[in-house]
Nanobody, 124 residues
């Protein structure tokens, strides 16, 4: 069974930074797509940033481009989302996803089979 363990959410003031991490097993990590998606109550899920671990190619939403970076994390089998210059509109539940479908960021995670439990990010 695929497990995605997220960490790093929390509360921060506008302009601050947070780093989200998503850790999984090695068999899932290699040559796969990982994405961070976010959702607020009453809104559809938004694809924030995705990365293909095979070659490191990323796709970043225009809403966070220049502020957020997705990359393989420092720890093994980890994908991180570095969030800088956070804004109140970044407040959401953030979910890690792993699946080839996760690379289709603009679909908002449609068809993705594996999700983390979610981590709340609150910017005030």
């Amino acid at each position: 069974q695929v497990q995605l363990v997220e960490s790093g959410g929390g509360s921060v003031q506008a302009g601050g930074s947070l780093t989200l991490s998503c850790t999984t097993s090695g068999s899932v990590y290699s040559d796969n797509c990982f994405g961070w998606f976010r959702q607020t109550p009453g809104s559809s899920r938004e694809g924030v940033a995705v990365v293909y671990t095979g070659d490191g190619i990323t796709d970043i939403s225009n809403s966070v481009k220049g502020r957020f970076t997705i990359s393989p994390g420092n720890a093994t089998n980890t994908v991180s989302l570095q969030m800088n210059s956070l804004k109140p509109e970044d407040t959401a539940m953030y979910y890690c996803a792993a699946d080839r479908m996760a690379c289709l960021r603009q679909t908002g995670g449609e068809g993705v089979n594996f999700w983390g439990q979610g981590t709340q990010v609150t910017v005030s």
